[in-house]
């Protein structure tokens, strides 16, 4: 059995569909907010999972707040981390104690368009497709080896919300995929770079 620890901010509609997912030895030991009101929250208690809440309000600096996050987290032991909406920048020394354990879902194809408003600037910018990236997490933001991508069509009337919904629908399947793909061994970090494929490729075009 593999224990992972969520990370949520707010809606956690990814935290949903992970747990939906049932994945098989997988255990979604905790969730944890650093909002309070994050309204995750309330599902997974629903769904018996421990949550706690990190208010980064309540610590002076990033390092603070992220020694206390790893303190909280490590009371699980887990086996991987998964950032799902987690909207604070993190700590190299955050990043470099979970290095290769540390998940992201990014709402763009990354490398373009790191950072936030990706639909809006993938549409002002003309693109024929977006999507959305999970990988792991480095000191680099929205960097990191690639586990997954899944691709949808930007159409002529497309708007930023609209888009946002065509995405976050792939993110929510694929993200639970991936991650259980990961801990099974049928992806690998090799040199940088993830090994091993997603089967089936459902969400390439
Ligand atoms: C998603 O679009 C995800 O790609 C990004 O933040 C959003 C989180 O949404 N990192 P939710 O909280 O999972 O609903």
């Not at 509609?13 to 997988?26: R, T, Y």
């Not at 992201?104 to 990236?133: E, W, Y």
Request: aromatic share 6%.
């Amino acid at each position: 059995m593999k224990n992972i620890v969520i990370l949520i901010s707010g809606r956690g509609s990814n935290m949903e569909a992970i747990i939906k997912a049932q994945l098989p030895n997988v255990r979604i030991a905790a969730v944890i907010s650093n909002q309070a009101h994050a309204a995750g929250l309330d599902f997974a208690q629903k769904n018996g999972i421990a949550t706690h809440v990190v208010d980064h309000k309540a610590y002076p600096n990033r390092l603070a707040f992220d020694e206390a996050l790893i303190q909280t987290i490590d009371a699980y032991a887990p086996d991987c981390v998964v950032l799902a909406g987690f909207m604070r920048i993190l700590t190299s020394e955050f990043t470099t104690h979970y290095q290769n354990r540390l998940v992201n879902i990014h709402p763009s194809l990354l490398p373009a368009f790191t950072g936030l408003n990706t639909h809006q600037r993938a549409i002002d910018m003309g693109c024929k497709v977006a999507g959305c990236t999970i990988h792991l997490v480095t000191a680099d933001l929205d960097h990191g080896p690639i586990l997954a991508q899944g691709v949808v069509s930007i159409t002529p009337e497309e708007t930023a919300s609209s888009l946002a919904a065509k995405v976050l629908a792939v993110e929510h399947q694929l993200y639970p995929q991936a991650i259980q793909a990961f801990l099974c061994g049928q992806l690998w970090l090799e040199n940088q770079h993830i090994k091993g494929e997603l089967s089936p490729k459902r969400f390439y075009p």
